[in-house]
């Protein structure tokens, strides 16, 4: 199955941030971008926007050096839902699955939901 539009900009973006090109990745990324993750969710905190998405990726990036792999993606209803797995340069967390789900607006990716197992005891997601 080709991959459609969407879907090719979700994995620029993740292709994007494996070369460290965070700003070029971040092009990819509307104005008004709404970021949730487990973690945010579960502490209650507010999206991320544009900005400290960048921030976070940044150190994620330079102090794990963090690497994704997208195992799976589809296009539903506009949305784009990817599942992988992030691996890290860490002593005691190595790779993290995840699922995530991307929503645009125009051609730019405009909201994350971004689902991992806090525990890190899930071994993969599944679409």
Avoid: W
């Amino acid at each position: 199955m080709t991959d459609t539009k969407k879907i090719k900009t979700v994995r620029k973006f993740h292709d994007l941030l494996n070369e460290g090109k965070l700003d070029e990745a971040h092009e990819l990324l509307a104005e008004d971008l709404s970021a949730h993750t487990t973690a945010h969710i579960a502490a209650g905190a507010p999206p991320m926007s544009k900005a400290e998405v960048l921030e976070s990726h940044q150190g994620i990036h330079q102090e794990l050096e963090a690497k994704t792999t997208i195992t799976d993606a589809k296009e539903v209803d506009g949305s784009v839902i990817v599942v992988g797995k992030s691996t890290f340069n860490h002593d005691t967390i190595k790779e993290v699955p995840f699922k995530a789900t991307y929503e645009f607006i125009g051609n730019q990716i405009g909201k994350v939901h971004f689902e991992t197992d806090p525990n890190h005891k899930v071994k993969s997601f599944s679409l």
